[in-house]
């Protein structure tokens, strides 16, 4: 039983093309988040989502668009893909706010060529 | 502003102590945590400190110190799997934006 995946786990395409990354939570949360984990390593914060409302949006482009159809469920489309967004893309999830553990899904590595 | 300082790299004996430090600023303070993030891997949660003192967890223990913005991650009777990033991270007030640290990356050896 996962408590949270992603799909795709690897995503290799071309500058300027179009993508989505679709997330899903079974545990019940009622808050998701998209984070940014570049090659250095370091994870940050793109959108968080409460009960299907947008939250938190961390001055990201956009080209970044989240959608969250219902509560377990948050998605993430990026229009005109640069170089720069090669990274590894995390979801998670968390009861109520953000002061709470957070279960992050397994990672998508998206790589822009 | 908003920073989370913590070493870079660490090395440890297998059966030893680590003490990994992280100090914060953040613009608001709703608890601190720490997670675990072996390599290619999702982060896993480790501890979550909101009041000052010790929180201890089997072999991991936890501290917060609000007053000087400083936490310690103690990790006792060390393991080869323990090698892996530790991740430190303040969620701000109202919860729903936490600031990761740039990690360290501990390596345990035999």
């Known amino acids: 039983d996962t408590a949270v995946s992603q799909t795709p786990k690897y995503l290799v395409t071309q500058m300027g093309n179009d993508k989505s990354i679709k997330c899903e939570q079974n545990l019940g949360h009622d808050t998701m988040y998209w984070y940014k984990q570049d090659s250095k390593k370091f994870l940050k914060i793109m959108f968080s989502y409460n009960n299907k409302e947008l939250i938190i949006n961390e001055t990201v482009p956009n080209r970044f668009s989240p959608k969250s159809p219902d509560k377990a469920h948050l998605n993430l489309h990026i229009n005109s893909l640069e170089l720069g967004d090669s990274a590894v893309y995390f979801c998670a999830s968390s009861q109520d706010s953000g002061a709470a553990e957070q279960f992050f899904g397994p990672g998508t590595r998206l790589t822009v060529l | 502003g908003q920073n989370i300082d913590q070493p870079t790299e660490m090395t440890a004996t297998e059966g030893a102590i680590v003490q990994i430090n992280c100090t914060y600023q953040?613009?608001?303070?709703?608890?601190l945590f720490w997670y675990q993030q072996h390599a290619g891997e999702a982060p896993t949660f480790l501890s979550y400190n909101v009041l000052d003192g010790l929180e201890e967890k089997g072999r991991f223990s936890s501290f917060l110190s609000r007053s000087k913005g400083y936490s310690y991650l103690l990790l006792k009777e060390l393991q080869m799997k323990d090698s892996a990033s530790y991740l430190c991270a303040v969620s701000n007030t109202g919860g729903f934006k936490t600031i990761f640290g740039a990690g360290t990356r501990l390596f345990v050896k035999a």
């Open positions: 953040t613009s608001g303070f709703n608890g």
